[in-house]
């Protein structure tokens, strides 16, 4: 017999995958139907959200949206679909969304709100996104100063003294550096400062303002409320707790045992107490610790309990991005002669921050929920207000409206803040 062989001299042309390997086919055997277990819980989960969206969707969208009061939205829905369950009455939300919005801010004052939250977009934005504009820095730097000036109303001289006691510290610190050294230079500076403002700029503001009475029309706290209260003390308290935090988890790894005590003793005090603790501290308690006829502003104070509040857990997130970094990097900075201050400034610092970037940012989000917290304290933040519409005779008895509504948006701020720490994790490349 002949033996014939072959040698192919020439590429089979490539073939399509199977149609069941690729596509959404593909990703769906892969993830949802990759075994019978699996399989199960695909169908379970599918009957789950059917169950739940067959109720949801109608309810959201077979409603009523033109009514003056709860019941003449039960009469609409009697009359359109023969029942009042299963439909929802929107017409609150229409005729009082601007209440939950600003509270009861003057309405002729609410391109004041607008107005700075705007400026805090573009604030914000040379910090969180580095194509910014580096003009933007500029509104950042004089944000802090406009931000309640434009809020509160008042003399323009107020935020401009406020400033310049910032100044004042920056120059003595320059001053006295080569004189005292770096710690007492610092120390001393911080004092100056804490002196202006707490014994100066009250009555050189007062003074000023008689010779030339430049500023807004004043509004009282009072009035402050809804959805606006919420992001004030929502943005002070996440600005001003990180760096707060980063200074309470050094000195808690201090070798100074003063120091260390100090910071130990209040970030332990502080995490141990709940926040609406704290709170009802700041609305009643506080008043009997101060001198007689002291009008310390109500927001202010909450304001100061709830940043004091987030940088005790921002200090712990910054503490765990500090012990996860190797001694290496210390020894390194150690190496290359920096001091204290400039191994953390260039070194340390930005890797435990980055490092620790989910767990500040779940700090952020828990700290802008907690805001809510403010209306037990008689303060009219969304779920403050909505109490209050619930007892007018109008719309007693309406719930889930509300609800929904504060829920979206209190949603659409903490899922925004979710996706950019996960834009920010990808950019610096922290998980791998």
């Not at 005292?180 to 400062?193: D, F, K, Y």
């Not at 403002?197 to 009282?220: H, K, M, Q, R, T």
């Not at 709830?306 to 712990?316: D, G």
Request: glycine content about 8%; some cysteine; charged content about 10%.
């Amino acid at each position: 017999m002949s033996d014939t062989s072959f040698v192919r001299t020439e590429m089979l042309p490539q073939k399509a995958p199977p149609v069941t390997a690729v596509g959404a086919i593909g990703w769906a055997r892969a993830n949802l139907f990759s075994g019978w277990f699996n399989s199960v819980l695909t169908i379970l989960g599918l009957l789950a959200v059917y169950f739940v969206l067959s109720g949801v969707l109608p309810w959201m969208f077979l409603s009523v949206w033109h009514a003056s009061s709860l019941n003449e939205c039960r009469e609409i829905m009697e009359a359109t679909w023969g029942e009042t369950s299963g439909h929802a009455c929107w017409a609150v939300i229409k005729e009082r969304w601007v209440q939950l919005l600003f509270g009861f801010y003057p309405s002729e004052l609410y391109w004041r709100p607008v107005l700075a939250f705007v400026l805090l977009i573009v604030a914000v934005a040379p910090v969180l996104f580095p194509g910014a504009p580096r003009k933007f820095f500029y509104v950042t730097a004089v944000y802090p100063f406009v931000m309640p000036w434009l809020m509160w109303g008042g003399t323009i001289w107020g935020p401009l003294l406020v400033a310049a006691g910032l100044a004042i510290g920056f120059f003595a610190q320059r001053f006295l550096l080569p004189i005292v050294g770096s710690l007492a230079s610092l120390i001393i500076a911080v004092l100056a400062s804490v002196i202006w403002w707490l014994f100066l700029v009250g009555p050189l503001a007062g003074a000023l303002g008689s010779v030339l009475n430049i500023g807004l029309e004043p509004v009282i706290s009072r009035n402050f409320g809804g959805f606006m209260l919420s992001i004030l003390i929502g943005v002070v308290a996440i600005g001003c707790s990180l760096p707060i935090g980063i200074v309470l988890a050094l000195g808690r790894q201090s070798d100074l045992l003063i120091v260390k005590a100090i910071c130990v003793g209040f970030i332990e005090f502080i995490r141990g107490v709940p926040l609406i603790t704290l709170l009802f501290v700041a609305s009643t308690l506080l008043n009997i610790f101060l001198p007689p006829g002291t009008e310390f502003d109500i927001i202010l104070r909450v304001l100061i309990m709830v940043t004091l509040f987030a940088s005790a857990y921002m200090a712990e997130v910054v503490r765990g991005g500090l012990a996860a970094l190797p001694k290496g990097q210390y020894e390194g900075a150690d190496s290359l002669g920096l001091d204290y201050w400039q191994s953390q400034r260039l070194i340390i610092m930005p890797q435990a921050l980055k490092i620790s970037i989910p767990g500040i940012v779940s700090t952020f989000i828990g700290v802008f929920k907690d805001t809510t917290l403010v209306s037990i304290i008689g303060l009219l933040d969304p779920l403050g207000l909505a109490t209050a519409i619930r007892a007018d005779s109008d719309w007693n008895g309406i719930y889930w409206e509300l609800f929904a509504f504060i829920a979206f948006l209190f949603f659409i701020f903490c899922f925004s803040m979710s996706r950019y720490s996960m834009y920010l994790e990808r950019r610096l490349k922290t998980t791998h």
